[in-house]
């Protein structure tokens, strides 16, 4: 009755389910004091990311729960797919400095729409280095907004 | 679309999968149990568990259940076909 002593690892559980799902990938991992970073490369990957990227967020919350579940991690775990995050995290700047440009253009306060915290969190950084305009969160989640103002 | 791929193409087989997702959440794995249905388009997956792990698998809010079943229908997709997660208590 004994569990067979495999170490569990982010890198082993993603590996794992991408072979069950018979998808032919490459997995690197990566990790500091407070994340562990686990990345999946390869082509036609489109499955696994899912619509605004829905599936890779339910494989992250798996494989979270199950490292752990499993050990002392208390880690940050976050799961890539060929940096789909990255990419999605500079397309945000670029909307925020366009949205920084038309709220300058028309001297008014121009209502994003509605984002996470993480994403929140990327539009006012952004901002900060955007001279002439603020940014401040209203309302209420999942509504709460970016609203960026000529300061 | 075309995958070059030179081994021959093989099924996901979805069963496996949540079986390997619901052991991994669980504290009794020995008693995980998936059962399939298969319609013409659409594949049913049941999932039992010891009744002490229930709430293992559907977590908070329903997001582990709700987890599983976003990959299962992500595995179904790559075969065209629909699946369904039905868990049993």
Redesign the interface.
């Known amino acids: 009755?004994e569990?067979e002593e495999r170490a569990?690892t982010p890198k082993s559980?993603v590996v794992?389910?991408v072979n069950?799902?018979?998808?032919?990938t490459r997995v690197t991992s990566w990790e500091d004091e407070e994340e562990i970073h686990v990345d999946v490369w390869g082509d036609?990957l489109g499955?696994?990311i899912?619509r605004a990227g829905?599936?890779l967020?339910?494989?992250q919350?798996?494989v979270s729960?199950?490292v752990k579940?499993?050990g002392q991690e208390g880690r940050r775990i976050v799961i890539d797919v060929e940096r789909y995050k990255e990419r999605r995290r500079q397309k945000l700047r670029d909307y925020a400095e366009r949205m920084a440009e038309k709220a300058l253009i028309t001297r008014k306060p121009i209502s994003l729409e509605p984002m996470t915290p993480r994403e929140r969190k990327i539009v006012h950084d952004t901002i900060k280095d955007v001279a002439g305009v603020e940014s401040k969160s209203e309302g209420e989640d999942p509504e709460r907004r970016v609203v960026i103002s000529p300061a | 679309?075309e995958?070059n791929?030179n081994q021959p193409a093989?099924?996901?087989?979805m069963v496996?999968?949540l079986e390997?997702?619901a052991k991994?959440?669980v504290d009794s794995?020995?008693m995980v149990e998936v059962t399939s249905v298969e319609g013409e388009r659409s594949t049913i997956l049941q999932l039992r568990v010891d009744p002490e792990d229930v709430g293992?698998v559907i977590?908070k809010r329903g997001?582990?259940a709700?987890?599983?079943r976003?990959?299962i229908k992500?595995?179904a997709?790559?075969e065209g076909r629909n699946a369904i997660v039905e868990i049993i208590d």
Do not use: H
């Open positions: 009755m569990t569990i559980v794992d389910i069950l799902m018979n998808m032919r036609d499955i696994l899912g829905s599936t967020q339910a494989l919350d798996l729960t199950i579940r499993n | 679309m995958d791929n093989q099924e996901v087989d496996e999968l390997y997702l991994a959440l794995p020995e293992k977590g997001r582990i709700q987890a599983m976003t990959l992500a595995s997709t790559k």
